[in-house]
């Protein structure tokens, strides 16, 4: 899902996408500033966050999908 873009300097360090049904999908680390991305699936709605310094209790951006 995520293979043809270029998410330099970061690294791909988990990429299950053929379940998008589970919690754990997609992260990328970027250990220079300390960031993560992190996709995954909660329940009944995407997420999208952006981690600082493993703060995962304080995410620096938290992007919920709309559910119907």
Not at 30 to 59: C, H, M, T
């Amino acid at each position: 899902m995520f293979d043809d873009i270029d998410f330099s300097p970061g690294i791909v360090t988990y990429n299950v996408t053929q379940y998008v049904d589970q919690e754990d999908i997609f992260q990328v680390a970027y250990r220079d500033d300390s960031y993560v991305l992190d996709i995954g699936w909660y329940r009944i709605e995407f997420a999208v966050f952006v981690i600082k310094d493993s703060n995962w209790q304080n995410p620096r951006k938290l992007l919920i999908s709309e559910s119907n």
